[in-house]
């Protein structure tokens, strides 16, 4: 033992450097040999692929293909000395058979404990109708990868593990190491005491997530990650596991990459931010495939966005956040709130207790919200000339509706078209600032109501009556109403 440490000890640390350096020489020394000699490099049509495949490979050896299209790359009687399939846990077993049809040797390269490929629930039954038809062995199913397939049918087959990791600092990468890879993988970056690796943010506690999409975290990652903890948003990527989610973060975010964790497999950022989106961890959300991607994409930073709802403690996610916890990393709880979280049901005693206290008589509780919010708002000295009253109607602020069309005025000139709030000046009786409270469920897109609203909106345009609208799902109403006032009142930030 002494002298095996002895020898170690004596060895250059730089043996793999060296290796991959004289590596690259060889394989650079040798294109020179072959492509020095010859000035004039031959040019092919697309004739060629199929009529002279094998003039392409002599002069192209190596071809780059997906693999529905590995066989009509060339010509299809071409066989290649070896095919390399790359995230092979993503490719279905039935294009993956149409890159083996075509290969001498074939190199398989995937991860069992990543993503497989997604199969949509009506090619899977008309699959599993074939599957059970013909009685095929279950290696064949349509719903694995092609790597599980071979797995399966050819448990025999030489496999070798790529244990050395490069990607992630080791603080990230040892996360999936114990949780995934039971402790095999070798960690080759290197720690240098960061403080900043990892980082947990969970919004306060409610209902904020709506059909797969929470606007509150990613008001989080507008308002309090991307000014604080971003520094290089070509090198930061935003994942979540739900396309509407995705959807909304690319409305609202510009300069920053989001997809899914599905399209997200494959690539890598310096900094990633994971958005949970739900407010109860579903098992989808959970999916140990799914959350080693997604972590395994950080370079540099991980932040997750979580609920900061209790859950599970037997949750991978949890596990993740108890990781985290454990190596002094930051865990902590948003700043960004919104008054109409009283809404939700962990505040029932609250929101009781709040609306007794203040005697609001308004039909809906999200408007007796709006209602002390603008009291408190307008106590301050600099909006001592404003006042504001509730459910004014809009045929009252246009008397004149010359400037809106046929559907315009019809909307505006109804008795019942009313705005929720009006702020104004108490000596000139002038508009000042008017305020809508969005129900989430009322008010989605393509609804009658949402049509309704865009009719306002531009109403409010056209007689220059700024207009603010606060879904019950956001955040921030005090800051926006302030900010709004200011601007229009030409004064400074509120201190």
């Known amino acids: 033992m002494d002298d095996i440490t002895a020898y170690l000890n004596n060895t250059s640390n730089h043996l793999l450097d060296n290796l991959t350096n004289d590596s690259m020489k060889f394989l650079k020394n040798y294109l020179a040999n072959k492509y020095e000699k010859n000035t004039y490099r031959q040019l092919f049509t697309s004739e060629d692929f199929l009529k002279n495949p094998y003039d392409i490979l002599n002069e192209y050896p190596v071809i780059l293909s997906t693999t529905f299209s590995s066989r009509d790359s060339l010509n299809d009687n071409v066989v ?36 497989p490929n997604v199969v949509d629930k009506h090619t899977e039954i008309r699959a599993d109708v074939i599957f059970n038809q013909y009685n095929l062995s279950k290696g064949y199913r349509f719903t694995n990868s092609f790597l599980q397939s071979v797995l399966e049918v050819m448990p025999n087959v030489t496999q070798t593990m790529l244990r050395e990791h490069y990607r992630c600092h080791p603080k990230i990468i040892e996360f999936c190491n114990q949780k995934f890879y039971r402790g095999n993988l070798i960690i080759m970056t290197e720690d240098h005491g960061e403080k900043d690796v990892l980082k947990v943010i969970k919004t306060v506690k409610g209902n904020h997530s709506r059909n797969h999409f929470s606007q509150r975290q990613i008001d989080i990652i507008k308002n309090e990650i991307i000014p604080n903890d971003i520094t290089n948003k070509k090198e930061t990527g935003i994942i979540a596991p739900y396309n509407n989610q995705v959807q909304s973060l690319k409305e609202q975010i510009d300069g920053i990459e989001q997809a899914t964790v599905h399209k997200f497999q494959g690539k890598e950022k310096d900094t990633i931010i994971i958005s949970t989106v739900e407010d109860e961890i579903t098992d989808f959300v959970d ?149 809508e409270v969005d129900g989430y469920a009322f008010h989605q897109k393509e609804t009658a109501q949402a049509k309704r609203d865009l009719l306002k909106n531009h109403i409010f345009e056209l007689y220059y009556i700024p207009l603010l609208r606060f879904s019950t799902t956001g955040s921030g109403e005090r800051e926006k109403i302030i900010n709004m006032l200011n601007k229009i009142l030409n004064i400074g930030d509120l201190k």
């Not at 037997?314 to 109409?340: A, G, H, K």
């Not at 000339?385 to 809009?394: G, I, Q």
């Open 287 to 435: 999916d140990p495939y799914l959350l080693n991607v997604a972590v395994s994409r950080a370079k540099k930073k991980l932040i997750l966005v979580v609920t900061g709802n209790e859950q599970n403690k037997e949750r991978n996610i949890m596990d993740l956040i108890d990781y985290i916890q454990y190596n002094n990393f930051e865990v902590v709880e948003s700043n960004v709130y919104s008054i109409f979280d009283y809404l939700y049901k962990q505040y029932t005693k609250e929101r009781k207790l709040f609306l007794n206290k203040n005697n609001r008589k308004l039909e809906y509780d999200s408007e007796n919200l709006m209602y002390t919010l603008l009291e408190e708002i307008l106590k301050n000295d600099d909006y001592k000339m404003l006042d504001f009253v509730c459910h004014f109607p809009v045929n009252m602020l246009i008397k004149n509706p010359y400037l809106l069309n046929d559907d315009e005025c019809l909307y505006a000139m109804n008795p019942a078209t009313h705005v929720d709030f009006l702020v104004y000046n108490r000596v000139s009786k002038r508009a000042i600032l008017a305020i």
């Open 80 to 115: 290649y000395d070896y095919v390399i399939m790359d995230e092979a846990s993503q490719v279905d077993i039935a294009t993956g058979a149409l890159a083996m049809s075509c290969a001498k040797n074939m190199v398989i390269v995937g991860d069992t404990n990543q993503l």
